[in-house]
């Protein structure tokens, strides 16, 4: 499939998310207050560490905070069950819209079209091809707005508090979808003729299969089954050239977000040490201060 048809084709997609636009919608509502009970999260914890850390306070005077970190666990808890929740029922919706589409166009075109292809072709576009479509609308669609949104709430809550770490934050995010980019071109490719090859096999052998009594009749069973084998086996070997690809995206990732949190780390540490005297509006830098920078840090880069 050329770029440009791919373009299309995602654009097309994209469009379809009308057909459950409330629901994800409700989804990414749900995202966004669960980054705000995040940050609400931290900054009680960075706040209970401080106190019981630095001003010696016993755990007793403390117990309202102690039951208010619990209450946002739990709503957290159920924000994400929500969300779930949510993001299911809009991407079965646009599945089942797009599938009757299909099936439309199928009894429109009539027999003498779908006999273009392999039967096995269709049935794997209408199953499995359609069913991947899942993901697509309950997880990615609504994480580009979540990469974005949770992040900015991050960067509000911490600017306050200190600049250094902010910014720190703010130039180290953007290394995250550039490398994403550089290492995702080639997965794509890879996936590409992956489902290529889905397609070729399905439809193999489901044609074999249909034609399983002429093949007995002319004893060609055995030489089937060594066709189906080796195309079974270019098929085994596509997917783990792209489960290489993504293996190496995520380890690549991770390594810039883990620099991007040790420098964060490092700054703090030397604050502590007294090397480093900026960033926290003319004061020093508290306990409080490390500890909510840090504790938001990994979840500043998840999303994205």
């Known amino acids: 499939m050329d770029k440009l048809r791919q373009q299309t084709l995602v654009t097309w997609l994209r469009q379809q998310r009308r057909l459950a636009k409330p629901w994800l919608t409700l989804c990414v509502l749900y995202g966004g207050l669960s980054a705000g009970l995040l940050i609400s999260q931290a900054w009680l914890l960075a706040e209970l560490l401080h106190g019981f850390i630095i001003h010696g306070l016993q755990k007793?005077?403390?117990l309202p905070l102690l039951l208010l970190l619990l209450g946002l666990t739990v709503a957290r808890s159920l924000l994400a069950m929500a969300r779930e929740r949510a993001a299911f029922t809009g991407a079965t919706r646009v599945?089942?819209?797009?599938?009757?589409?299909?099936?439309?166009?199928?009894?429109?075109?009539?027999?003498?079209?779908?006999?273009?292809?392999?039967?096995?072709?269709?049935?794997?576009?209408?199953?499995?091809?359609?069913?991947?479509?899942?993901?697509?609308?309950?997880?990615?669609?609504?994480?580009?707005?979540?990469?974005?949104?949770q992040p900015l709430l991050i960067l509000l809550a911490i600017f306050p508090v200190n600049w250094a770490a902010g910014t720190i934050l703010l130039v180290t995010a953007p290394l995250i979808p550039l490398f994403m980019i550089l290492?995702?071109?080639?997965?794509?490719?890879?996936?590409?003729?992956?489902?290529?090859?889905?397609?070729?096999?399905?439809g193999h052998f489901l044609d074999r299969?249909?034609?399983?009594?002429?093949?007995?009749?002319?004893?060609?069973s055995q030489a089937e089954q060594q066709n189906i084998?080796?195309?079974?086996?270019?098929?085994?070997?596509?997917t783990m050239e792209v489960l290489r690809m993504a293996f190496l995206s995520s380890a690549?990732?991770?390594?810039?977000?883990?620099?991007?949190i040790a420098i964060l780390a490092v700054y703090f540490g030397f604050?502590?040490?007294?090397?480093?005297?900026?960033?926290?509006?003319?004061?020093?830098?508290?306990?409080?201060?490390?500890?909510?920078?840090?504790?938001?840090?990994?979840?500043?880069?998840?999303?994205?």
Do not use: C
């Not at 779908?114 to 049935?123: C, F, K």
């Not at 084998?229 to 596509?238: K, P």
């Not at 502590?272 to 020093?284: A, I, P, V």
């Open 95 to 149: 599945r089942r819209q797009i599938r009757a589409r299909i099936l439309g166009e199928m009894e429109r075109r009539g027999p003498a079209y779908l006999q273009r292809q392999p039967a096995g072709s269709w049935a794997s576009l209408l199953h499995e091809q359609v069913e991947d479509l899942h993901d697509f609308y309950a997880r990615y669609l609504p994480q580009t707005q979540l990469s974005v949104l």
């Open 229 to 238: 084998a080796r195309a079974s086996e270019e098929f085994r070997e596509r």
């Open 271 to 304: 604050s502590y040490l007294e090397h480093l005297d900026f960033g926290n509006y003319g004061s020093k830098v508290t306990l409080f201060t490390g500890l909510f920078a840090l504790l938001l840090a990994p979840d500043f880069y998840l999303p994205l």
């Open 60 to 62: 007793s005077t403390q």
């Open 209 to 220: 299969l249909r034609g399983m009594a002429t093949l007995r009749l002319y004893r060609r």
């Open 252 to 260: 690549v990732l991770e390594f810039f977000a883990s620099v991007a």
């Open 183 to 202: 290492t995702g071109i080639g997965a794509a490719d890879a996936n590409r003729r992956n489902f290529e090859a889905l397609r070729r096999l399905s």
